[in-house]
């Protein structure tokens, strides 16, 4: 297994390991639910401040730079109901809004073909490839979104191994509060994966380039500078992935035989309603 986009190995060098894994494994072992960190202040030296800071856009209209504390060592932070609510990567109070344009930041975890086996549930409403949300651009000229990408690890034979990439996608306008009004507001801000097929343009990532709306951080230089051109150095065009929502879940063994069909001890990834089958670990 692992299909990996050519843009993979150029994200790798930003990666940091801010944790032993036997100390990771351990902090992740006394929690059985994500939802549990956010509360508990405990956590607070022992994982929250521990946890290494990533720069993740520069406004297109001011530089400010946007940068975020995130836990890159694995995905246990990444699933739907612990992010930052299309403000932040993850819920760390210091993440907070970087400029006056900042509209919000919207997160693909792409699996790279590989089935999240240390897990035992993952949805991810938004899906793996990453498509724009044309209603955030066009409501007037001032406006901007910017792309990224972070690895993510699992622990393997006693080490942090990166697997799996977020892409991120930063929206910025002149008026954050009208680009909120046309995209909908609230959850509906962002598109997901599965909506490219309704409209061509939202995954076609170069036309966006090409049009001076879609911009990205230079995975060739150590200083990230924004990149706005040419079309031809855009390193993230035709991701692939499953193509939609997704949610990864691991099950009992089913009583009867004939459910015995999508079943896997490790795992199947299934669409977000949990009907269809997505990808399975090879027999
Ligand atoms: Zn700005």
């Not at 343009?201 to 879609?214: A, N, Q, S």
């Not at 079309?231 to 004939?258: C, E, M």
């Not at 896997?264 to 997505?278: A, M, T």
């Amino acid at each position: 297994m692992g299909k990996y986009h050519s843009s993979f190995q150029q994200t790798l060098w930003q990666l940091q390991i801010t944790f032993a894994p036997d100390e990771y494994l351990e902090l992740l072992a006394r929690h059985s639910q994500p939802g549990d960190w956010l509360n508990s202040r405990v956590e607070i030296a022992s994982y929250w401040d521990k946890l290494p800071r990533y720069l993740i856009a520069r406004c297109p209209l001011c530089g400010v730079r946007f940068t975020n504390r995130a836990d890159t060592h694995s995905l246990f932070m990444w699933g739907d109901s612990t992010g930052g609510r299309g403000r932040a990567l993850s819920a760390h109070p210091e993440n907070t809004v970087p400029c006056a344009h900042f509209v919000g930041v919207q997160k693909f975890i792409n699996l790279n073909g590989n089935i999240p086996m240390e897990l035992d549930y993952f949805p991810q409403a938004w899906g793996d490839v990453p498509v724009i949300t044309p209603e955030l651009l066009l409501h007037t000229a001032q406006t901007g979104v910017v792309m990224h990408s972070l690895p993510i690890c699992r622990v393997e034979r006693g080490a942090f191994t990166p697997k799996y990439v977020v892409y991120l996608l930063t929206y910025y306008a002149e008026s954050p509060s009208a680009a909120h009004k046309a995209g909908g507001g609230g959850w509906t801000l962002f598109t997901a994966s599965q909506h490219a097929g309704h409209d061509p343009r939202v995954g076609d990532l170069p036309y966006w380039v090409e049009l001076g709306k879609l911009h990205w951080l230079d995975l060739d230089d150590p200083t990230l500078p924004l990149k706005s051109g040419p079309t031809s150095d855009f390193p993230y065009a035709g991701i692939q992935g499953v193509g939609g929502s997704y949610t990864y879940r691991k099950r009992p063994k089913p009583r009867w035989q004939w459910l015995d069909r999508s079943w896997h001890p490790d795992g199947v990834i299934y669409n977000s309603s949990e009907n269809e089958v997505l990808a399975r670990p090879s027999w």
